[in-house]
C-alpha cells in the first residue's frame, strides 16, 4: 500500500521537475524556443506548394502571445503537479480517501499538461500549423513522449490504491 503511494508521487514530481525545468529554460533561453515558435507559426519550412500555408501567423506580437501561452501552460503544469506532491506526501499515511482527495492536483495538473502537449503542440502545432512537414521546426516526437508519460502518469495516478474502495 505504502509503495504505490510512494510510486506515485516520486512519478509526479519526475514530471513536475521535467515542467520545472522546460519553464526555466523558456524563461532563461527565450530566444531559442520563441524561434521554434516563429518558425512553426509562419510555417515557412513546410513543403513547398502546400494548401495549408493561408494558416501561418506571421505577426509577431500574435507569436509572442503563442510563446507565452506555451510557457504559462507548462507553469502552470508544474505548479499543480509540485501541489500535488505536496499534499501526497502530507497524506501519505492518511486514510485512503484523504489520499486519494490529495491526487486531485497532480490528476489536474497532468490534465492540464496532457492538453499542452498533446492539443497544443501535436494538434495545434503538429496538425493545423503542419509542423509534421518540417525538417527543421518539428518538436511532434518530443511531444508525443511527453504527452504518452504525462497520459501513463495520469492513468496510473487516477487508480485507486490497492487500499481504497473501487468507486
Not at 18 to 29: E, K, M, P, S, Y
Not at 56 to 61: C, G, H, K, Q, V
Request: net charge neutral; glycine share 8%; charged share 10%.
Amino acid at each position: 500500500m505504502m509503495a504505490a503511494r510512494l510510486s506515485k508521487i516520486v512519478l509526479v514530481a519526475a514530471l513536475a521537475l521535467t515542467c520545472t525545468l522546460a519553464v526555466f529554460g523558456n524563461v532563461v533561453d527565450p530566444t531559442t524556443n520563441y524561434s521554434f515558435v516563429q518558425h512553426v507559426l509562419s510555417m515557412d519550412t513546410v513543403m513547398p506548394g502546400s494548401g495549408i500555408t493561408d494558416r501561418s501567423i506571421t505577426d509577431p506580437a500574435v507569436q509572442h502571445a503563442a510563446f507565452i501561452v506555451i510557457v504559462a501552460g507548462e507553469a502552470v503544469t508544474a505548479l499543480l503537479l509540485w501541489l500535488g506532491v505536496s499534499l501526497m506526501l502530507s497524506r501519505l499515511r492518511a486514510p485512503a480517501a484523504r489520499f486519494a482527495r490529495a491526487k486531485t492536483w497532480a490528476i489536474a495538473g497532468l490534465s492540464v499538461g496532457f492538453l499542452v502537449w498533446q492539443a497544443g503542440f501535436l494538434g495545434i502545432g503538429g496538425e493545423w500549423f503542419g509542423m509534421w512537414m518540417s525538417k527543421t521546426w518539428n518538436g511532434q516526437e518530443a511531444a508525443f513522449r511527453f504527452a504518452m508519460t504525462v497520459l501513463g502518469v495520469l492513468i496510473y495516478v487516477a487508480m485507486p490504491d490497492p487500499e481504497e474502495p473501487v468507486a
